[in-house]
């Protein structure tokens, strides 16, 4: 029988078939940090239970620690708490910690692909709905919930139910201007933000496969602002290049036999699919959203749209909530919108080549008067690697302030908020109501268009730089 990508990974993982659709698998990766894993620690020592794999488990502070320069763990009093039951957690639980400053640390979704961590056809689990993030390598990566980390912890294994399966393919070249951020958004706006509820997601097609592996990353890290649990990217030669050397990755020999095992996880020619999508690479322009949903977007040059052209009266409601919230108007034209603040950093796009895509907008240009930036690197080694290259001290030159890895202003759980009432142009993935900050206004956008509109102040059309 014809299996899909997601079967095949599925499949090997299965301890048992519970019925129904549900089944017993095992973990391969548990990723644990500070904001979900320190109280899900807490928990397994209250029940006087052990890590069933510790070896398995990967920890770091992430979320609720400071970005300011020169941070402590105990920078931002209310998360010191937190990362203390990181630390002491993982030290009882014998669980690698990334500590702050040390190699490793970072973003969990960040840190997990850049150290090895995730592999193709591994599943992987984190207490974070962007894990699936770590699909653009070929895992079987989702987020879980509170109870659930403790029950991985405790047995290595988890209680799912199979998803549907859905193909979006992406064919063309995507054109000058246009990054895997754009695409994302274009894709969650063109097909709803529910369309992937109850769908295990496979991006595909001649666009995908020429994508870098940190845009693979990107794209599966939005998939869940499609609905969608689970996203994956087929492995292959671009994927095994860039896990070659990688710390946790297999070496020598081992390494090689895994290739062969991971070129096998394509999904069939034959497989079918539940739902099949296409998209056309090179109708995809520059994208920013304009309300309080990653899929209320439009390319930067389109207008605010009028509530009288929702698809229904619920949605025209939702519009003009969105729109009297943002301080927008319908009709309204995007480019020339006066910005207040510029973040970019979170699990979306704060990798390397997102700080050079910035980087290159800003070298020998400043921040417009007025609007305050920050440029939030995802991990340690990110960080390190962007300061060998000099990428720090562009941004400085600049007026961005260059700050220590993290989550940041993404989620703001360590008090690092947009004022109520500014608007931000944000590379993360979530502009919902309050999500930087209370009454904090935000677009997402591409690390190059969040650049360009700390440059100029004004929501920008990257294409005219």
Not at 11 to 27: M, P, S, T
Not at 160 to 178: I, N
Not at 243 to 268: H, I, M, N, Q, Y
Request: glycine share 10%; proline share 7%; charged share 20%.
């Amino acid at each position: 029988m014809a299996r899909t990508l997601f079967d095949k990974v599925w499949d090997a993982h299965v301890i048992k078939d519970l019925g129904d659709g549900w089944a017993l698998l095992h973990i391969d990766r548990h990723l644990l940090h500070d904001l979900s894993g320190a109280p899900a620690l807490g928990e397994l020592a209250k029940r006087k239970l052990p890590p069933h794999n510790p070896e398995l488990c990967f920890a770091t502070p992430d979320h609720v620690v400071s970005s300011a320069p020169g941070r402590t763990e105990t920078t931002y009093p209310l998360g010191a708490m937190l990362w203390a039951g990181l630390k002491q957690g993982s030290e009882k639980g014998r669980i690698r910690l990334f500590d702050l400053g040390q190699p490793g640390q970072g973003i969990v979704h960040v840190m997990a692909p850049e150290l090895g961590i995730a592999l193709p056809g591994t599943t992987l689990v984190c207490g974070d709905s962007h894990t699936c993030t770590n699909g653009g390598l070929g895992a079987l990566a989702f987020g879980i919930g509170s109870s659930e980390i403790v029950h991985v912890l405790a047995t290595q294994t988890l209680r799912q139910q199979k998803p549907r399966r859905m193909r979006v393919r992406v064919d063309g070249r995507l054109p000058r201007g246009v990054t895997p951020k754009d695409l994302a958004l274009h894709i969650i706006a063109t097909l709803g933000a529910s369309a992937g509820v109850g769908h295990a997601v496979e991006f595909a097609g001649p666009a995908i496969e020429a994508m870098p592996i940190e845009g693979r990353l990107t794209l599966c890290n939005l998939a869940v602002e499609l609905g969608a649990k689970f996203a994956m990217v087929a492995p292959d030669d671009a994927t095994f290049d860039y896990l070659r050397g990688r710390p946790f990755a297999p070496k020598g020999e081992l390494f090689e036999r895994a290739v062969e095992t991971w070129r096998s996880l394509a999904g069939d020619a034959d497989a079918m699919f539940d739902r099949e999508e296409r998209i056309v690479a090179e109708a995809v322009r520059p994208v920013i959203t304009w309300g309080t949903s990653p899929d209320q977007a439009v390319a930067i040059d389109q207008c605010v749209p009028h509530p009288d052209d929702a698809p229904n009266p619920a949605v025209a409601e939702e519009w003009r909530a969105a729109q009297a919230y943002m301080g927008l108007e319908a009709g309204q034209a995007l480019a020339g919108t006066p910005v207040d603040w510029v973040f970019i950093g979170s699990c979306a796009n704060s990798r390397l080549s997102d700080l050079r895509d910035a980087a290159h907008v800003v070298r020998g240009r400043s921040v417009a008067a007025g609007v305050t930036a920050w440029v939030v690197p995802g991990s340690e080694l990110v960080k390190r690697a962007a300061e060998a290259e000099g990428l720090d001290r562009v941004f400085e030159d600049a007026g961005f302030q260059w700050r220590e890895p993290g989550c940041s202003m993404c989620v703001a759980a360590n008090g690092e908020q947009v004022p109520p009432g500014a608007r931000a142009v944000s590379t993360s993935n979530r502009n919902f109501v309050g999500r930087q900050g209370p009454g904090a206004r935000t677009h997402l956008a591409s690390p190059a268009m969040a650049a360009a509109a700390a440059i100029t102040g004004v929501l920008t059309d990257i294409r005219s730089f």
